[in-house]
C-alpha cells in the first residue's frame, strides 16, 4: 500500500484473498472521474505496481457514486496550439490503453453510472465489461458533440465489437445507451442490478468466458468489401444531419473506418492524427468553449437548500401545457388550471407522446402523467413552491388572475410570468408586493429548448430572479438572466431577422431559397419556415410591440397573410403550404441565381440587434449573450454564438460589410453605437 | 341473523368527513373501457388530495374496497396510495365484500378513526368492470403445463394433439362474478325472486328506472353532482359525466325491451336493472384531532354502519335488513331519516326493499321488529339518480352512495342521511351518517 500512496492520488487499488485486484478510480480533486493526463500517467503507474504483483485477474471500477468515468479532460484541450503537441497526448493515452488490452490476464471494466467519451474507450479495452442495469448507467461516445472523435481507440475497438452500423450510430451520433441496451447490443458482458456487480467480475475473472465479439452479418459489416458501400450510406446518413463543411468530424471517422477498418493499427494511428487535427480546428473550439458556457449557465442557477417540489401552472395552452408537462416529467408535483377541460384533455395527450418518447418505461410513463394534476379551479395555488402564469398576453387578463393568485400564495412561493411581450414592470402594478415577479420565459417547443430567460423588471427582488434561476436548472433547463426589455434577448434579436427574410420574400427571393441559406449558415431551421411555425399571428404581434419601442416597420407582407386567415403550420398555410405538417417547397427556377448579399441581410440584422442588447445590458456579457442565443434559437453552435462569430471574423471587416449593407438598404441596416465598443 | 346491538359504543371517537370526490361513471361498451381500477380511483383522488392543506404522506392509511382488481393491481389500495405520492411510510390495504365494497372501507376506516388507531384516512371503492379479467378454463391451464413440460418435438406435437377445442372456451371473470356460486343463481335472478314475492309489476319496475334518468338529469342540471371530478385519458378526451344517462328514457321506450334473466317471461331487463359502468369513489375521513391539527372543513359525520346477512337468492333485500337495525340502535323511525341512498342494483329489488318496510308479517318474522318499520318517503330517495341511470361499478358504489347522500344533507341544509346496499351473496350494508 505504501507504494500507492506516495505515488497515486486518483487510483488506488487492492488485493483480495482470491488474488484478484481490484483498482479504483478515485479522483482526488473532484467528484467525478476525468481522464486528465496526470490521471493517465497514474494509471500507468498503477499498472505497473499491479503487474509487478502477477494478479489472477483486474478488476476496474469507480469509487465515485456518480458513475464510472466521464470521459478526457475537455480543459485540456483548450490550450493545445499544434497538431504534434496535440497528438502527443492522444498517442500517451492510447499507449495505456493499449497495454491494459495486452494484460496477461482478465481484465473486467465495472461500470455504473455514466462511462462516457475516454472512460468509455478505457472499458473497451478491457476484456471484459459488467454494467448495473440501474438506469442511471449511461455508456457512449459523445465526442462527436464537442466537434471531436474518439481518440483512445474508441474507433477502432467498437466496431469489431458490436458490428459496424451500431458502432458508427454511436459514434457519429454520440447517443449514449442504457445498461440493457448496451448488452443487447453486444457492447457489454453484462448487465446485472448492482447488488450482484462486484460477484458478477469475480465469477468472470475466475471462469474467463470467450471475449466477445461481434458474430454473423454484424462482422461482415467490418468487411473490405461491404465498408465502402455502408460508409457510401453513412455520409449520406450524416449530411441530413450535420453538412461536412461546419461538422466535419463524423465524416472524419466514417473515412479512416473505410479506408483503415481491415488493420487495427494503422486505424489507431489514423484516430490519433485524426483528431489532432479536429481539437484545433474552429468547430470544435467553439463546441468546447459552449460546454464550458453551457456549465457556467447551469453554475448561475446554483442555489443550495432551493428544492421545489409543487409547481402551478395557470393556461393550458402550448407553452403553459409544455411547461407543466415538462416540469412533471422532472419529477415535480404540479396542477394545471385552465378554463376548458378540452385545453388540459390536449396538453394531457401531448404529455403523454413526449414521456413515451422519453421516458419509455411505462411505469416511469405512468408516475409522470399521475404527477401533471389538472386543476380547473386552481386549487393548487396554495400548496405551490412556483406559480407560474401563461395565459393569453391581455394585460388586463394577467392583471385579475396575479390579483387572485397573490393572496392564495404561499409566503415563500415564487409568482412567475412567462408572458414574452409586457413588461414586468407593467404586470408587477397588480401585485401588493410587485418585487415578488419574476419572468420565466420558456421557449417552444419546451423539451427541445433549453433557455429560459431569467427576466427581471426594474422592482423584481434580486433573490427571486436567484431562485427562479435556480427552478430553471432545477428542471433542467439553462438560465440566462435577461432585463424586462421589450423582446427580452432572444425574440428580440430574431425579430429583426425574421422580418428581413419576410421583405427578402417580398422582393421576391423564393422562401425556400432564404431559408437554405440560413440552413447554409448553421441555423436549424430557415428564418421563413420558423416564422410559419411560430405563427405568424404571433409574430406578427410581437414584431408590433418590438416596432413601437425599438423603430422599425412591420412588413405588410406579413399583415397581409395574418389578415387573410393565413397563420402559418397551424392553419396549413403561411408563407408556405403545409401537407401532414411539413412544408411544399417549391424549387427556384433554373438559372435562377439568389442575391449575392441574402446570407449577410439576414445575419447582419440579427448580429447589429445583439450588438445594442449587448450595449443596452440585456444580458450581462457577451458569453452569456453567445449562449442565450445559441440554447434559445439554435444559433449554429458550431459558430460559437453571435458576438463570437463576430469577433472571430474581425470587428471592422463586418462594420463594413454592415456599413455597405446600410449604404445599399437603409436605415434599419444602421449600425448599433455598441459596435464601437466590441 | 344482525341483531340490533345496543351498545352505543360512547367511549368511541367520532369520525369526520371532510371532503371526497368520484369519478364520473363510465358505461361499459363491451370491451375494455379507457381506465384502468387504478387509473378511475387516482383520477378521482388526485384532485381531492391536491386540494387539501395537508400533504398527501400525512395519511395514516389508505382502504379501498374493489371487487376484481386488474392482474397488475394486486393490492390495489397500496399501488393507488403509492401513485397518488403517499410515499412508502402510509400503509394500504384493500376489502372485498362484493358490491359494498367501497362501503367496508370507510367502515373500517371509520373503526379504525373511532378506536384511535388512525386519525386522517383516505378511504373508498373503485371498479373497471370493464377491465374484469376474462380467464382460461382450468383444464386450459392444465393442457399448457404439460405442453411446457414437453421437451423434445415429438412430445410438444403429442400434447398439440391432447388440445381440444372446449379448453379454448374464455371464462369471463364479469358473469361468473354476477353469479351466486352457492345458489347458482344470476344476480338478475334473484331480483326476478323479489318481483315474485312481493308483486312488482315490469310497469312499476320501468317507472322507477325512467325517475332514476329523470333525477339524475335534474341534479346533473342544477349543479347538484359538484363531487365528480374529470378524467381524462392519453389520447386527449375528456371525460367529465356519467355517460350512462338517458335523458329521453320513458316507460314506452323501456317497455320495448326483453328480459334479461328469466327469459322470455320475466321482467328484470337491461333498462330496469344497473348498468355495468367504471367508476371510483373516495373520500377523506378525520377523528377530530386531525381535523384541529389540519384546520379541514367538516362535510358531516359517520354515525354508524350495520352489515347484515340473508337468504342469497333474495339477495336484493339485503338494504331492508341491514337498515333496520341501525334504525333502531338509534331509536330513529324512517321519517327521522332527512335523505336515503338506497344503491339502485334493480330497480324492482330496491322497490322491494320498500315493500318488506311496510309489511308487518315479513317486519316480524325477518327483520325481528314488532311490527311494520314503516314507509320510506319516496321523495327522499335516490334524489340525484342512483345504479339504473349512473350505474354500479360495484366496489364504487358504496362509497359513492355515503358521499353524496352527504352532499344531499349540505345541500338542502338537513341532517340525516342513510346510505345503504344489497350485496351479491345475501347480505346488505347501511350507513348512517349526519350533519350537525
Not at chain 1, 482470491?18 to 493517465?40: E, F, K, M, Q, R
Not at chain 1, 449573450?625 to 471587416?653: E, H, K, M, S, W
Request: hydrophobic content about 45%.
Amino acid at each position: 500500500m505504501d507504494e500507492q500512496a506516495k505515488t497515486m492520488r486518483h487510483w488506488r487499488w487492492e488485493k483480495d484473498g482470491d488474488n484478484i485486484v481490484w483498482l479504483y478510480a478515485d479522483n482526488g480533486d473532484a467528484s467525478t472521474n476525468v481522464l486528465s493526463s496526470v490521471v493517465l500517467d497514474e494509471l500507468n503507474a498503477a499498472l505497473d505496481q499491479i503487474q509487478g504483483h502477477s494478479p489472477r485477474g483486474l478488476v476496474i471500477l469507480s469509487a465515485k457514486e456518480n458513475g464510472f468515468i466521464a470521459g478526457a479532460d475537455v480543459k485540456e484541450f483548450v490550450p493545445l496550439k499544434d497538431e504534434h503537441e496535440a497528438r502527443g497526448l492522444i498517442e500517451r493515452g492510447q499507449r495505456v490503453f493499449d497495454r491494459i488490452e495486452a494484460l496477461p490476464f482478465p481484465v473486467v471494466a465495472a461500470i455504473h453510472g455514466f462511462c462516457l467519451g475516454g472512460g468509455m474507450e478505457l472499458a473497451l479495452a478491457c476484456h471484459y465489461r459488467i454494467a448495473d442495469d440501474d438506469p442511471s448507467t449511461k455508456l457512449g461516445l459523445p465526442e462527436v458533440k464537442l466537434g471531436l472523435h474518439p481518440g483512445f481507440g474508441g474507433t477502432v475497438r467498437l466496431p469489431p465489437l458490436i458490428g459496424a452500423p451500431a458502432a458508427m450510430d454511436m459514434i457519429l451520433t454520440g447517443r449514449s445507451v442504457s445498461a440493457r441496451a448496451a448488452k443487447k447490443m453486444g457492447l457489454v458482458n453484462y448487465a446485472v442490478p448492482s447488488r450482484q456487480m462486484t460477484f458478477a467480475a469475480r465469477q468472470t475473472i475466475l471462469k474467463p468466458p470467450p471475449r466477445a465479439k461481434a458474430t454473423g452479418w454484424k462482422a461482415w459489416t467490418n468487411h473490405g468489401l461491404v465498408r465502402p458501400l455502408l460508409a457510401a450510406y453513412l455520409r449520406r446518413q450524416t449530411a441530413q444531419k450535420a453538412p461536412q463543411e461546419h461538422y466535419p468530424a463524423p465524416y472524419a471517422v466514417i473515412d479512416m473506418w473505410d479506408r483503415y477498418g481491415g488493420d487495427p493499427k494503422a486505424l489507431l494511428a489514423e484516430e490519433a492524427r485524426s483528431l489532432a487535427r479536429m481539437v484545433l480546428n474552429d468547430t470544435a473550439r467553439n463546441l468546447i468553449k459552449l460546454f464550458f458556457l453551457q456549465e457556467r449557465i447551469k453554475g448561475l442557477g446554483r442555489k443550495k437548500g432551493y428544492a421545489p417540489t409543487r409547481v402551478h401552472v395557470v393556461g393550458a395552452g402550448v407553452m403553459g401545457g409544455d411547461i407543466a408537462a415538462w416540469c412533471a416529467m422532472q419529477g415535480l408535483t404540479v396542477t394545471l388550471q385552465d378554463r376548458r377541460h378540452e385545453n388540459i384533455a390536449k396538453v394531457i395527450k401531448r404529455a403523454a407522446g413526449l414521456y413515451h418518447k422519453i421516458l419509455k418505461e411505462p411505469r416511469a410513463v405512468t408516475a409522470a402523467l399521475d404527477r401533471l394534476i389538472p386543476d380547473i379551479p386552481g386549487h393548487g395555488v396554495g400548496r405551490a413552491d412556483v406559480i407560474i402564469e401563461a395565459i393569453f398576453e391581455d394585460v388586463e387578463a394577467k392583471h385579475k388572475l396575479f390579483r387572485e393568485i397573490e393572496p392564495k400564495a404561499k409566503a415563500d412561493a415564487l409568482i412567475a410570468t412567462n408572458t414574452s411581450s409586457i413588461p414586468l414592470q407593467v404586470l408587477g402594478k397588480a401585485l401588493k408586493t410587485p418585487s415578488r415577479l419574476v419572468g420565466l420565459h420558456f421557449f417552444n417547443p419546451v423539451s427541445k429548448m433549453q433557455l429560459v430567460e431569467i427576466v427581471s423588471g426594474p422592482d423584481t427582488d434580486a433573490e427571486v430572479a436567484q431562485r427562479a434561476a435556480a427552478f430553471a436548472k432545477h428542471i433542467s433547463r439553462l438560465p440566462v438572466p435577461v432585463k424586462s426589455a421589450p423582446g427580452f434577448l432572444v425574440n428580440r434579436v430574431l425579430m429583426p431577422y425574421l422580418m428581413e427574410a419576410v421583405i427578402l420574400e417580398t422582393e421576391g427571393v423564393p422562401a425556400s431559397v432564404i431559408d437554405d441559406a440560413a440552413l447554409k449558415f448553421g441555423m436549424p431551421m430557415g428564418p421563413i419556415h420558423l416564422a410559419d411555425t411560430v405563427g405568424l399571428d404571433i409574430c406578427k404581434s410581437v414584431a408590433d410591440i418590438l416596432s413601437k419601442s425599438l423603430g422599425g416597420e412591420v412588413p405588410k407582407r406579413l399583415e397581409q397573410l395574418v389578415s387573410t386567415g393565413n397563420l402559418g403550420v397551424k392553419s396549413g398555410r403561411g408563407f408556405y403550404n403545409y401537407k401532414d405538417g411539413k412544408p411544399e417547397r417549391s424549387k427556384p427556377d433554373a438559372g435562377y441565381a439568389p442575391p449575392a448579399d441574402l446570407t449577410d441581410r439576414l445575419m447582419f440584422r440579427m448580429f447589429n440587434e445583439c450588438v445594442a442588447c449587448l450595449r443596452e445590458g440585456i444580458v450581462e456579457d457577451a458569453d452569456l449573450l453567445d449562449g442565450g442565443v445559441i440554447f434559445g434559437t439554435g444559433f449554429a453552435p458550431f459558430r460559437g454564438g453571435p458576438i463570437n462569430y463576430i469577433r472571430a471574423q474581425g470587428v471592422a471587416a463586418m462594420r463594413s460589410r454592415l456599413m455597405q449593407l446600410e449604404a445599399r438598404y437603409g436605415q434599419r441596416f444602421r449600425e448599433d453605437e455598441g459596435w464601437a465598443s466590441l | 341473523m344482525a341483531q340490533a346491538k345496543k351498545s352505543k359504543s360512547n367511549d368511541m371517537r367520532a369520525v369526520y368527513v371532510v371532503d371526497g370526490a368520484r369519478s364520473p361513471f363510465l358505461k361499459a361498451k363491451g370491451k375494455p373501457g379507457p381506465f384502468s381500477a387504478a387509473n378511475l380511483a387516482v383520477g378521482a383522488a388526485r384532485p381531492l388530495v391536491a386540494r387539501q392543506p395537508f400533504e398527501p404522506d400525512a395519511f395514516d392509511e389508505v382502504i379501498l374496497g374493489c371487487v376484481m382488481p386488474g392482474p397488475d393491481e394486486a393490492n390495489i389500495a397500496r399501488v393507488v396510495a403509492l401513485r397518488l405520492g403517499c410515499g412508502k411510510r402510509v400503509p394500504a390495504w384493500t376489502v372485498q365484500r362484493n358490491c359494498a365494497s367501497g362501503m367496508q372501507a370507510l367502515d373500517n376506516a371509520m373503526q379504525n378513526i373511532a378506536t384511535g388507531r388512525s386519525d386522517l384516512v383516505l378511504a373508498g371503492g373503485v371498479e373497471s368492470m370493464s377491465h374484469a379479467p376474462v380467464l382460461l378454463t382450468l383444464p386450459m391451464v392444465g393442457w399448457l403445463a404439460d405442453f411446457n413440460k414437453a421437451k423434445s418435438f415429438g412430445a410438444k406435437a403429442g400434447a398439440v394433439a391432447k388440445l381440444k377445442l372446449s379448453y379454448l372456451q374464455p371464462v369471463i371473470g364479469l358473469l361468473r362474478g354476477l353469479t351466486d356460486p352457492v345458489v347458482g343463481l344470476s344476480m338478475g335472478q334473484t331480483a326476478e325472486n323479489l318481483a315474485y314475492r312481493f308483486k312488482i309489476s315490469r310497469t312499476q319496475m320501468d317507472e322507477f328506472a325512467v325517475r332514476s334518468h329523470h333525477n339524475l338529469a335534474n341534479a346533473l342540471d342544477n349543479g347538484w353532482l359538484s363531487e365528480i371530478e374529470a378524467l381524462y385519458d392519453t389520447h386527449g378526451n375528456v371525460y367529465a359525466e356519467d355517460d350512462g344517462l338517458r335523458r329521453d328514457s320513458s316507460v314506452e321506450k323501456l317497455a320495448k325491451l326483453a328480459p334479461v334473466f328469466d327469459r322470455p317471461f320475466g321482467t328484470v331487463t337491461a333498462g330496469n336493472s344497473a348498468q355495468v359502468t367504471d367508476g371510483a369513489a373516495m373520500l377523506i375521513l378525520a377523528s377530530e384531532d386531525a381535523v384541529k391539527k389540519h384546520q379541514l372543513p367538516v362535510l358531516g359525520r359517520l354515525v354508524d354502519c350495520q352489515w347484515a346477512g340473508l337468504e342469497p337468492a333474495q339477495m336484493g333485500l339485503g338494504p331492508a335488513h341491514a337498515m333496520a337495525p341501525l334504525l333502531q340502535r338509534h331509536d330513529l323511525k324512517p321519517g327521522n331519516v332527512d335523505y336515503w341512498e338506497i344503491n339502485e342494483a334493480f330497480a324492482v329489488q330496491v322497490l322491494a326493499c320498500v315493500e318488506a318496510w311496510k309489511d308487518a308479517d315479513y317486519c316480524k318474522n325477518e327483520l325481528d321488529s314488532p311490527g311494520a318499520i314503516g314507509e320510506i318517503d319516496m321523495t327522499r330517495l335516490n334524489v340525484d339518480g342512483g345504479g339504473v341511470s349512473l350505474g354500479h361499478p360495484v366496489g364504487a358504489s358504496g362509497a359513492r352512495i355515503v358521499l353524496h347522500v352527504l352532499k344531499t344533507l349540505e345541500r338542502t341544509n338537513t341532517h340525516r342521511g342513510m346510505a345503504s346496499l344489497c350485496i351479491g351473496g345475501g347480505q346488505g350494508g347501511a350507513m348512517l351518517v349526519a350533519r350537525d
